[in-house]
């Protein structure tokens, strides 16, 4: 029995990292395609959302011309 629905969070330190992360499993070869294999044969009904921070950490307030 699977659960009917989770939440995977994944956080990075910045955009390099991300791209760090994400370069590392792009090429989909050897055990990363294995494992994607094995889990996404069995995800069904799936929906993405990226979601970051706001307001960014260097955003300026009291300029905001509403």
């Known amino acids: 029995m699977f659960a009917p629905e989770f ?7 910045g955009l390099a990292q991300l791209d760090l992360a994400f370069g590392s499993v792009a090429a989909r070869s050897g055990i990363v ?30 300029d905001e011309q509403f």
């Open 33 to 62: 395609e294995s494992l994607h294999h094995s889990v996404n044969s069995r995800v069904q009904d799936v929906s993405f959302a990226l979601y970051r921070d706001f307001p960014d950490e260097q955003r300026v307030r009291g």
């Open 7 to 13: 939440h995977i969070m994944l956080e990075f330190d």
